[in-house]
């Protein structure tokens, strides 16, 4: 409409993209007083989809599209809700807790959708990527530092931005093996090395996309390095799981990666020394195993083996919607539950097999449809789609080694990447319009292109064998004598 204001949704996506990895959540809150601490992300997360909910009542340009997820989602929110109806009681009891839960995961799902109808050309979905790619870079290349040092500047980051205050909480360092583990703007080393494995894949597809542009290597690179300086094991698992797919769907790119694979190796050697010793140590089979069943006394955490056991105890007396989202608690003075270092089992239990099996199907929905989806896309648009599945596929194996949901920043990156990639190729109206439906196989794609190319060239011979008889036709007419 003419005299209208035009928000440029990209920007707004991106800054809130910016806030959240540079502003650490759940550190630092504004000077208001609520009853609960208010952070810069959830503020400017609650002006962006305010205006949007008003752009969608006033502006007809502005319209909410599907996602082509929709049965895993909606799977998802029954058993949230379905697991809070089969618990009153216990929900009565962590009612605070559980509605903090609801909060969160609303939040989650609108940003999703926020990102799936705003991004309507490839130029915006590039630019937000783009934006997620950097940022998280020049994080990575702060966390190198503070494995280093010990010093992070989003440890007193309210000394630069004034209107930050900090929230009181553990300061204590963490370590493994004696060294410093990089938190950087996460809450955790852990949560902060997923995203690092997170993002990277994407970084590999801008460095194909536009080949000769030297900083989405340095990108990468310093995404590995950074996540390397964690000293977490769950990100090099990550970092496997798409080198591997992303091998097995586009080897002819991903051989190119090798020899920077070997610098940053010896990058790792200089920047981040004995790291890789850590990592080679706690990857030991016997001394994972042992680690992970180092307190099976304990009723707060004994470790991802050890907890196995009393878990799935637990699942058999409630295994269909489990005991309630959100009202697993797992530190603070209301604690009941035990701290389970794997988001899967969390879910069995918060939401029973329903939930797991909603998530599951949303992760092979979105993987399976973008890596089918690109054997029919030209080159480059290919690698871009596979990317972004492989990124999705490692979260969704990160999720067996961390409470990956326990931590807002990583989960948040997550949903803009499959918002990204629902925009690309799932959601009606895609932006790769030229693609055939998702679902089609690659297999099925590709006998078909050659079906279509031997039938073009069958008629292209059919046409010129009949022009060719029809100048002889003539030909001879034209030669035939008179008759006398």
Not at 212 to 222: E, F, P, Q, T
Not at 398 to 408: C, N, Q, T, Y
Request: net charge positive; charged share 20%.
């Amino acid at each position: 409409m003419r005299g209208t204001l035009r928000l440029e949704w990209t920007w707004l996506i991106g800054l809130l993209l910016l806030c959240l990895l540079f502003v650490p959540a759940r550190r630092y809150s504004l000077p208001i007083t609520l009853p609960f601490e208010l952070d810069l992300y959830r503020a400017l997360l609650a002006g962006t989809l305010g205006l949007w909910f008003l752009s969608l009542l006033s502006d007809e340009r502005v319209r909410v599209r599907a996602s082509g997820l929709e049965g895993p989602l909606i799977l998802y929110l029954v058993a949230v809700s379905g697991s809070l109806l089969a618990n009153a009681d216990r929900v009565s009891a962590y009612q605070g807790e559980a509605v903090k839960s609801l909060f969160v995961l609303a939040s989650v799902v609108l940003t999703f959708y926020l990102v799936v109808s705003a991004l309507r050309s490839l130029e915006d979905v590039e630019a937000i990527l783009a934006i997620l790619v950097l940022g998280s870079a020049v994080v990575a290349a702060f966390a190198v530092i503070e494995s280093r040092t010990g010093w992070t500047p989003f440890d007193s980051l309210d000394r630069y931005v004034p209107i930050l205050r900090p929230i009181a909480g553990d300061e204590g360092a963490l370590l493994r093996d004696g060294r410093f583990r990089a938190a950087g703007s996460a809450e955790h080393p852990v949560a902060l090395s997923a995203m690092f494995a997170l993002v990277a894949p994407i970084a590999v597809a801008f460095a194909v996309r536009r080949r000769g542009s030297v900083i989405w290597w340095a990108a990468l690179g310093l995404l590995v390095i950074g996540a390397v300086s964690t000293v977490s094991r769950t990100a090099v698992v990550m970092l496997v799981t798409s080198f591997a797919v992303f091998c097995a769907l586009q080897w002819r790119e991903a051989r190119r990666f090798i020899p920077l694979a070997l610098v940053v190796l010896a990058c790792v050697h200089l920047l981040v020394p004995g790291a890789l010793g850590s990592l080679r140590q706690g990857l030991s089979p016997s001394r994972a195993i042992a680690e992970q069943q180092s307190l099976p006394d304990s009723e707060l955490s004994a470790g991802r083996i050890a907890d196995l056991g009393p878990s799935f105890e637990e699942f058999s007396r409630k295994p269909v919607l489990g005991y309630g989202a959100g009202t697993r608690i797992v530190v603070g003075e209301k604690a009941n539950a035990r701290l389970l270092d794997n988001q899967w089992l969390g879910t069995l239990l918060d939401t029973g097999i329903v939930g797991v099996f909603a998530l599951a199907w949303l992760f092979a929905r979105f993987v399976s449809r973008l890596t089918r989806a690109s054997a029919a896309a030209a080159p480059a648009d290919a690698v871009l789609l596979v990317a972004l599945a492989c990124s999705a596929l490692a979260y969704a194996v990160g999720m067996f080694f961390f409470d990956s949901f326990a931590f807002i920043q990583v989960t948040l990156v997550l949903f803009v990447v499959l918002g990204a990639g629902c925009a690309l190729a799932l959601a009606p109206g895609r932006i790769f319009e030229a693609l055939p439906e998702p679902i089609v196989a690659p297999a099925f794609v590709r006998k078909r292109r050659l079906r279509a190319r031997i039938a073009a060239a069958a008629a292209i011979h059919r046409e010129r064998v009949r022009a060719q008889l029809e100048r002889a036709r003539d030909y001879g007419v034209r030669r035939r004598p008179p008759e006398a």
